[in-house]
């Protein structure tokens, strides 16, 4: 799959920021329609200098995995909270190419808006893929919440200042929330809606959860030797 090569990703951590400030008035919250084929990805670094990015493609009328990629690359930028995306985003995208069976959706184990300068990895790479896309991230990194109850589907939102910029998601019972904003092309609702609808019997939602697994799988089978 193609997809538009926005900026250069060898840049240093302070023009990474501009960047990011950039490209934020380009988000759009719109409501999600006609989702048939969501995609999960998910990203692994055995190193400090190697990662694996997973895509696995979900019908989820039916739950059958339509497509799944997984390739390895070596990474340049360093790990630095809120600029996730400059490590990850050249990973994910040289899988993106290998993918045939173009997604509705696109779900990513991180942050969307709900980020300091609403530019997560999801709504960073929503831009470059035009496509919506939806952070569903395991723990939480920006703006105010009150714990959901401890009742399977229960949400509660997630705040900066007055302004709603995802949720916080109970999707199994005993289990931590999850922290849920929309990428790009997408709104919180539909975020929330498409997360639970894709949360079986699981914590994470299929697509994210069997992407994970593929990572885990392969980032110890000498790829990088």
Request: hydrophobic share 45%; proline share 6%; charged share 20%.
């Amino acid at each position: 799959m193609n997809y538009r090569n926005l900026h250069a990703w060898d840049v240093s951590a302070t023009r990474a920021v501009e960047i990011q400030k950039e490209l934020r008035s380009l988000i759009e919250l719109t409501p999600l329609t006609d989702v048939e084929l969501v995609a999960g990805a998910d990203l692994a670094f055995p190193d400090a200098k190697h990662g694996v990015a997973a895509i696995v493609v979900l019908n989820i009328s039916t739950m059958r995995v339509v497509e799944q990629v997984i390739v390895h690359e070596t990474v340049n930028f360093p790990y630095v909270p809120g600029l996730l995306a400059f490590r990850e985003g050249p990973v994910f995208l040289k899988a993106w190419q290998q993918l045939r069976v173009l997604p509705d959706v696109v779900m990513f184990d991180g942050q969307g808006i709900a980020h300091p300068r609403r530019l997560g990895i999801a709504s960073h790479m929503g831009l470059f893929l035009d496509l919506p896309t939806i952070g569903v991230a395991k723990s939480h990194l920006y703006g105010s919440f009150i714990e959901p109850p401890n009742v399977q589907g229960s949400y509660t939102f997630l705040y900066d200042n007055n302004e709603v910029i995802g949720a916080v998601v109970r999707t199994k019972v005993g289990n931590k929330p999850l922290f849920v904003s929309p990428g790009h092309k997408c709104d919180v609702l539909s975020a929330l809606k498409l997360t639970l609808r894709c949360c079986t019997k699981h914590r994470l939602p299929e697509p994210t959860r069997l992407a994970h697994e593929l990572t885990q799988k392969y980032k110890h089978v000498g790829l990088f030797g």
